[in-house]
């Protein structure tokens, strides 16, 4: 018995070195497996950090400013390196030649894709997520509602909210984001569904801004998180958005415009009718498409607006902001199977991320690129240097959309007021997009006619 105590006693005693030494050898088996997965011995990789195991460098990227993340590492390793984020290996491109064989030249070698707790919230079958034939008439489709021709109907709706919340404006200070926010969203229910308002478009507005707040939160679906009542909210706009389908299919509803309209096809096309799902996911990513990214250059429109009063006529401001503020900082594809690229090996299933702002701040295509300076837009840019709405196939193909809300916006705004920047007038903050501190706080003021 005396010895039995002896063991128990011994072995509790070295109970703290055991647990130590047990997770010093899984530590030490987790980052030799790391290594032995994402550095393959046989073959050349770009040059580049991984980070932690797992957690890679994502913190890094979304805890300081973008260009300085990026630059760093090409000042570094050069135009092509190696990274991990967002629970991913990859390969970042910061050359505009290597971006464009990425994106059009040897695109079937890399399809389009994106983290799949987002995939999830958009829906699988949005235009997004697909190549080949689907997309091909996806593109086709939505391309056909974004077209300057079929826009131009949209012009006396957009001009009225934008003059309408203009006037509310007046004399107050205003969160320039959350109110951008608003002006492209409602512009985007425009685009989705057409000028005739449904009791469901309220109800799919209300469930809209819940699925939007679990976007980019953590992926947890427990009870509590955003992104759980993202996917509650997900299933009843699922819901909701078939309920409009129906009425619109059985002509029950007048209203028959907008994306919405097109989808749904006319009575000649019923053989190759898109089914409710594929409808309803590909109005989700749409307006998903056209709500941040939008409401984040405008926002940075009137900061450099008001930088820069002298340049209030100059059209080429819009081509200006959408390159300094590079909203969209680079895009997601994925390697389908081994590629052999500007002398590296890129393993089937990395990602590959085609640097935008990299290429858009670089000094030798955009001389001072620090500086904003839309008269550098009265010389074309370089081949393959300028890319706001991204390349190829799987460009953005409602760029037409927002540069209609900007110049409308631009031109109502600086025809009828002047505006200061309350506050601080530097400094960036990032969630997930860059957009100017504390969401640019403005008071505007009405011109005095004289």
């Given at each position: 018995m005396q010895s039995l105590y002896f063991f128990l006693d011994s072995s509790t005693a070295q109970a703290p070195l055991l647990i130590c030494s047990f997770f010093i050898i899984t530590l030490t088996f987790v980052v030799l497996k790391w290594s032995f997965l994402l550095h393959?011995?046989?073959k050349r990789l770009p040059p580049g950090s991984m980070g932690w195991p797992y957690i890679g460098e994502t913190l890094r990227l979304y805890s300081q400013n973008p260009n300085s993340f990026f630059s760093i590492r090409h000042k570094r390793y050069g135009d092509i390196f190696k990274s991990h984020i967002l629970g991913c290996p990859c390969v970042m491109i910061s050359s505009p030649e290597a971006a464009k064989r990425v994106l059009v030249n040897q695109s079937h070698l890399f399809k389009p894709t994106y983290p799949p707790s987002k995939e999830l919230l958009?829906?699988?079958e949005a235009i997004f997520f697909h190549q080949g034939p689907y997309h091909?008439?996806?593109k086709k489709l939505v391309l056909s509602s974004f077209l300057p021709s079929a826009l131009k109907n949209a012009v006396p709706h957009i001009e009225s909210i934008v003059i309408d919340s203009l006037r509310g404006y007046n004399n107050k200070t205003i969160n320039t984001l959350e109110e951008m926010k608003k002006y492209a969203f409602d512009v985007a229910m425009i685009s989705a569904f057409g000028n005739d308002m449904e009791i469901e478009i309220e109800e799919i507005k209300q469930l809209y801004h819940v699925l939007e707040s679990g976007y980019?939160?953590?992926?947890?679906?427990v009870p509590g998180t955003p992104f759980y009542n993202a996917m509650k909210a997900r299933k009843l706009l699922t819901g909701k958005l078939r309920n409009l389908i129906q009425k619109r299919r059985e002509g029950r509803e007048i209203g028959n415009g907008g994306l919405l309209g097109v989808l749904l096809g006319t009575e000649d096309e019923k053989e190759n009718l898109l089914t409710d799902s594929q409808i309803s996911d590909n109005i989700i990513g749409v307006i998903f498409a056209a709500h941040d990214t939008t409401a984040s250059v405008s926002t940075w429109l009137i900061k450099y607006l008001h930088d820069n009063n002298d340049i209030l006529e100059a059209v080429t401001v819009i081509q200006e902001t959408l390159r300094s503020a590079s909203i969209l900082s680079f895009t997601f594809r994925e390697a389908v199977e081994d590629v052999e690229f500007?002398?590296?090996?890129?393993?089937k299933g990395w990602k590959v991320l085609p640097l935008f702002r990299n290429i858009h701040h670089s000094a030798a295509l955009f001389p001072q690129?620090?500086?904003?300076?839309?008269l550098r837009f009265e010389v074309a840019p370089k081949a393959n240097s300028y890319m706001p709405f991204g390349k190829g196939v799987h460009s953005c193909p409602g760029n037409e959309l927002a540069k209609l809300e900007m110049l409308i916006l631009l031109h109502h705004l600086t025809t009828t007021y002047r505006w200061k920047v309350m506050g601080s007038n530097n400094g960036i903050q990032y969630g997930?997009?860059?957009v100017p501190k504390d969401g640019l706080p403005v008071a505007l003021f009405p011109i005095k006619k004289t």
């Amino acid at each position: 018995m005396q010895s039995l105590y002896f063991f128990l006693d011994s072995s509790t005693a070295q109970a703290p070195l055991l647990i130590c030494s047990f997770f010093i050898i899984t530590l030490t088996f987790v980052v030799l497996k790391w290594s032995f997965l994402l550095h393959p011995r046989s073959k050349r990789l770009p040059p580049g950090s991984m980070g932690w195991p797992y957690i890679g460098e994502t913190l890094r990227l979304y805890s300081q400013n973008p260009n300085s993340f990026f630059s760093i590492r090409h000042k570094r390793y050069g135009d092509i390196f190696k990274s991990h984020i967002l629970g991913c290996p990859c390969v970042m491109i910061s050359s505009p030649e290597a971006a464009k064989r990425v994106l059009v030249n040897q695109s079937h070698l890399f399809k389009p894709t994106y983290p799949p707790s987002k995939e999830l919230l958009i829906g699988p079958e949005a235009i997004f997520f697909h190549q080949g034939p689907y997309h091909s008439r996806l593109k086709k489709l939505v391309l056909s509602s974004f077209l300057p021709s079929a826009l131009k109907n949209a012009v006396p709706h957009i001009e009225s909210i934008v003059i309408d919340s203009l006037r509310g404006y007046n004399n107050k200070t205003i969160n320039t984001l959350e109110e951008m926010k608003k002006y492209a969203f409602d512009v985007a229910m425009i685009s989705a569904f057409g000028n005739d308002m449904e009791i469901e478009i309220e109800e799919i507005k209300q469930l809209y801004h819940v699925l939007e707040s679990g976007y980019n939160s953590m992926p947890l679906d427990v009870p509590g998180t955003p992104f759980y009542n993202a996917m509650k909210a997900r299933k009843l706009l699922t819901g909701k958005l078939r309920n409009l389908i129906q009425k619109r299919r059985e002509g029950r509803e007048i209203g028959n415009g907008g994306l919405l309209g097109v989808l749904l096809g006319t009575e000649d096309e019923k053989e190759n009718l898109l089914t409710d799902s594929q409808i309803s996911d590909n109005i989700i990513g749409v307006i998903f498409a056209a709500h941040d990214t939008t409401a984040s250059v405008s926002t940075w429109l009137i900061k450099y607006l008001h930088d820069n009063n002298d340049i209030l006529e100059a059209v080429t401001v819009i081509q200006e902001t959408l390159r300094s503020a590079s909203i969209l900082s680079f895009t997601f594809r994925e390697a389908v199977e081994d590629v052999e690229f500007e002398g590296y090996f890129i393993p089937k299933g990395w990602k590959v991320l085609p640097l935008f702002r990299n290429i858009h701040h670089s000094a030798a295509l955009f001389p001072q690129p620090h500086i904003f300076d839309p008269l550098r837009f009265e010389v074309a840019p370089k081949a393959n240097s300028y890319m706001p709405f991204g390349k190829g196939v799987h460009s953005c193909p409602g760029n037409e959309l927002a540069k209609l809300e900007m110049l409308i916006l631009l031109h109502h705004l600086t025809t009828t007021y002047r505006w200061k920047v309350m506050g601080s007038n530097n400094g960036i903050q990032y969630g997930p997009f860059p957009v100017p501190k504390d969401g640019l706080p403005v008071a505007l003021f009405p011109i005095k006619k004289t």
